[in-house]
């Protein structure tokens, strides 16, 4: 008799309980999945503001090359004949040089704006400390190219030529180049890297990253040969990749105008520190 009113008295303690920590187990498992959604949503917006702000200011010296590209001063200059004396010619000249270096004061870069003009010689430039115009233009016209050279460095350089440059060897009146320097990259990644990110780089399949100046350069090393750009690019899911030393979580965005991904990375176990406390 005593067991069977112990027996019940557990049955009845169990019977009120087992709803309850079914409920508790589906709530935490809820609560879990959309904190941790949430945790990638705010990564990934984090991610996506820099690439903005990134491709912002590449986009801010096309409107540049454009505005000098359909200047009529910047064009007579590639005719001077046509100026007709040479007081005229200067005047043409200096309007086209303050012009440049307005242009080119504006913003945080402090890249180097440029018209050439291959049939005289002649090189209007802005006041750049950081680097001349290359001495070999690429081939053609075309969007951001990545050079490295020996002489003149790392950099991001764009042209447009008049008439259109399309193949080499032609021969044009005048060409606006833009010309963006590694290190002006670099610092915007260390920049970044206090306001959000962890050790933010650039990236593209065949070509060496560009780090910001204080990166873990032999992680990131080991995390390249994992990335898989093409699948995970545009996708609110992180990479997930399982190295030596940890488990990291990998996010990354193109950066339309270059062609090249933001990518940042984080250990799981700080990714998910706010889930674990929730636990």
Excluded: C
């Amino acid at each position: 008799m005593r067991s069977s009113i112990f027996t019940n008295m557990v049955i009845a303690l169990l019977l009120p309980l087992t709803p309850i920590v079914m409920l508790y187990a589906y709530s935490n498992q809820t609560s879990s999945r959309v904190l941790t959604e949430e945790i990638v949503k705010a990564k990934r917006t984090q991610v996506e503001t820099f690439v903005g702000q990134l491709g912002q200011m590449f986009a801010q010296f096309d409107s540049y090359q454009k505005m000098l590209y359909e200047s009529t001063e910047v064009r007579n200059l590639a005719y001077p004949d046509l100026l007709g004396d040479d007081l005229l010619r200067f005047r043409t000249l200096k309007t086209v040089s303050e012009e440049i270096n307005r242009l080119a004061g504006y913003g945080r870069w402090k890249g180097v704006i440029a018209v050439v003009y291959p049939k005289t010689g002649m090189v209007i430039k802005s006041n750049s400390s950081l680097g001349a115009v290359p001495s070999v233009l690429p081939d053609k016209d075309g969007f951001w190219n990545y050079r490295t050279k020996a002489n003149d460095g790392a950099y991001f350089i764009e042209t447009i030529s008049s008439p259109a440059k399309i193949a080499e060897g032609e021969e044009v009146d005048l060409t606006v180049v833009a010309k963006v320097d590694e290190g002006e990259i670099k610092s915007d990644l260390s920049d970044i890297k206090g306001k959000g990110l962890e050790d933010p780089f650039l990236y593209k399949p065949g070509y060496s990253p560009i780090y910001n100046y204080t990166a873990n350069q032999a992680l990131i090393r080991e995390i390249l040969p994992e990335l898989q750009l093409i699948e995970h690019a545009g996708s609110y899911k992180p990479l997930l990749i399982r190295l030596k030393n940890g488990t990291f979580q990998v996010h990354m965005e193109m950066i339309q105008p270059l062609g090249w991904y933001l990518v940042d990375y984080v250990r799981s176990v700080k990714s998910w520190r706010p889930l674990s406390e929730t636990r």
